[in-house]
């Protein structure tokens, strides 16, 4: 029986430079690289204005369980370790790298010794690796599961937003080492059942993994609808095994564990030669572009290189984003760097960049027909201007992925999905709110009742 797949939105794909390898930026000048490229803790600086590094070299520790060490992707010397103002507005401690362009790899890097489940994860954690495909959870901790509880493991090559192939590229160019990646899952994680899910306008990636599933048991392709947000953690474990990750929940309370596949890449590359994760493909496009293509470049290189190794721009940009256009983030200069997660930079001119003027809700309902979790935005919408966070809560609002299907379907081009993450922080203001009357409460009770114990005494 088939699989009823979530809805979603046919946005278009644009996917220019799918059938472009990736090519090897000259070495940045400096890097910028931030301690908090990952959800978690930010890492901890081990290095020193005025030390000399190598490629491959750690400097920066885990911050704690939920973190990722990092490491320096040009050889140079460490200049200052400063702050910086990044994408979301908050400031984040930063190690600037002044590279001697040799590119001098760590002498003493090897690979790790890798035996069983405990040393794979230590391995993972080790490497550096976080979620690539724009997540930035830390695998390791990803990974460190109840095995028994394990029915699947699901690679994510949908890469459904517009603009961006770099995912795409990692399955044409680097398809051995994902694949190699696959064979560690089987062995270390004892993964009886591992899904490839593709959607169906990536042929080439489909044809390539089918032919190697033909080899292994226990292994398949699931070529998927192209539609927009298969590639979203929920949406890829309903649309592959048919299971629903409830609210609060995580992918391992139903049996699964999604990786992505250029996460996969990389952590079969350091097991494989002992080189951590220092640089990333990174799809460079968009309207004001000049010559739009994949690239592969150090972590912490400056936005503007990248567009300085595609052409510069043939028009003034207007807005820059970290990731696709559904979901990314705008930056607010070139100065801003490559992190951990970015898989692609994309500059619009005047004409693209420009948002739509929004009109009054005509009722349609097509933002709830277009929610791959059913919510129901223009309600959510109207919670918010009532302030109302008690139906907010009713509503699921913090169900949202917040992958803008509802905004891109409206016909009045209400700025929902803006709308739907300023209502779950008031949400949570307002839980914080009731937790803490709650508090309150139980302790003015306990003291109420050790006065009456007192008095009685």
């Known amino acids: ?17 799918a059938e472009m390898a990736a090519v090897r930026i000259p070495v940045p000048q400096q890097l910028v690289i931030p301690m908090s490229m990952h959800i978690g803790a930010p890492a901890k600086p081990v290095v020193k204005p005025g030390e000399d590094v190598k490629v491959g070299q750690l400097i920066a520790e885990a911050g704690g ?19 910086l103002v990044v994408s979301n507005g908050s400031t984040v401690p930063a190690i600037r790298i002044n590279s001697d362009g040799e590119q001098t790899v760590l002498e003493d890097l090897t690979p790790p010794t890798v035996t069983d489940y405990e040393s794979f994860l230590e391995a993972v954690r080790n490497s550096g690796v976080v979620g690539l495909g724009g997540a930035g959870f830390p695998t390791s901790v990803k990974l460190k599961v109840d095995l028994e509880k394990v029915d699947a493991i699901i690679i994510n090559g949908a890469e459904c937003e517009p603009y961006i192939t770099s995912d795409t590229r990692t399955m044409l160019d680097r398809t051995d080492e994902v694949w ?19 959607e169906d306008n990536k042929p080439q990636c489909i044809a390539k993994f089918n032919e190697l599933c033909k080899t292994t048991q226990g292994v398949e392709v699931a070529a998927l609808p192209s539609m927009y947000p298969q590639g979203g953690e929920k ?32 952590i079969a590359q350091y097991i494989q030669t002992g080189m951590p994760l220092v640089e ?15 690239v592969i470049a150090p972590i912490g290189t400056p936005m503007k290189d990248l567009f300085e190794a595609c052409g510069g721009f043939k028009t003034e940009p207007r807005k820059v984003l970290y990731g696709g256009p559904m979901m990314g983030i705008a930056v607010p200069d070139l100065e801003n760097p490559v992190l951990k997660n970015t898989n692609a930079v994309l500059a619009f001119d005047e004409k693209d960049a420009k948002p739509p003027e929004p009109t009054a809700c005509i009722k349609c309902g097509r933002c709830i027909a277009h929610c791959p979790l059913k919510l129901m935005p ?9 302030e109302r966070p008690e139906d907010l809560k009713e509503l699921k609002v913090n169900l949202c992925m917040e992958c803008g299907c509802c905004s891109f379907v409206c016909p009045a081009k209400r ?10 922080a008031m949400l949570n203001k307002y839980n914080a709110q009731l937790k803490a009357e709650e508090e309150a409460r ?15 005494e």
């Not at 029986?1 to 430079?17: D, E, Y």
């Not at 369980?65 to 702050?83: L, N, R, T």
């Not at 223009?378 to 918010?384: G, L, P, R, S």
């Not at 929902?416 to 209502?423: D, E, F, R, T």
């Open 1 to 17: 029986m088939p699989i009823k797949r979530m809805n979603g939105a046919h946005v278009p794909h644009r996917k220019n430079t």
């Open 65 to 83: 369980f939920v973190s990722a060490p990092i490491y320096s992707g040009v050889s140079g010397k460490v200049i200052k370790i400063d702050e």
């Open 180 to 198: 190699a990646g696959v064979e560690m899952l089987q062995k270390y994680l004892q993964a009886k059942r591992i899904i490839i899910g593709i």
């Open 235 to 266: 949406v890829l474990i309903f649309n592959t095994i048919g299971k629903i990750v409830p609210e609060g929940k995580l992918p391992i309370d139903v049996g699964a564990i999604v990786l992505n596949c250029t996460t996969l890449a990389t």
């Open 280 to 294: 990333k493909c990174i799809t460079i496009d968009g309207s004001a572009v000049a010559n739009p293509q994949n």
């Open 378 to 386: 223009a309600d959510i919408e109207k919670a918010f201007s009532l």
């Open 415 to 424: 700025p929902l999905v803006q709308v739907n993450k300023l209502s779950k």
């Open 442 to 456: 139980k302790a003015k009770e306990e003291a109420k009742k050790k006065e009456e114990e007192a008095a009685n």
